[in-house]
């Protein structure tokens, strides 16, 4: 229980720095370091939204209440998904084909996860 409330308090922060960062810059006067805080800063989001997602499906669907460390390790490769979009969408190249290989390496690198851990 503690590791949940403490992936939900830095989300929550990491929420608060995009939005004052999303308000206050712009990806010109921000730099390259900044354009690494700001998809940083993403992903820590997506990580604590897919967590809490993810903990919500477990507790629904087959009643555990235990969140495992490797339930993690699947939060974070899935976190990975709506950056790695982000990342596509800011060179123009979203179309079915970025699409299909993004789901492929998240498949993979879930696969991973699945026999190693």
């Keep these: ?10 989300s929550i922060i990491g929420l608060a720095a995009l939005i004052v ?4 810059t712009s990806p010109t006067d ?10 940083t800063t993403v992903y820590i989001v997506c990580y604590g939204i897919v967590a809490f997602l993810m903990q919500l499906f477990l ?3 087959f009643k555990k209440n235990t969140f495992r460390n490797k339930d993690y390790l699947y939060a974070a490769v899935l976190a990975f998904g709506p950056i790695m979009l982000l990342m596509a969408r800011s060179f123009g190249a979203i179309n079915f084909w970025t699409t299909g290989l993004i789901i492929l390496f ?11 851990v």
């Excluded at 229980?1 to 830095?10: C, D, G, W």
């Excluded at 960062?21 to 206050?24: D, E, T, W």
């Excluded at 921000?30 to 998809?39: E, K, N, Q, R």
């Design 1 to 10: 229980m503690k590791h949940n409330r403490l992936i939900y308090t830095i």
């Design 21 to 24: 960062m999303l308000i206050f």
């Design 30 to 39: 921000i730099g390259p370091f900044g354009v690494l805080l700001f998809f």
């Design 59 to 61: 507790r629904i669907a």
């Design 106 to 116: 998240l498949s993979l690198a879930e696969f991973l996860v699945y026999k190693r």
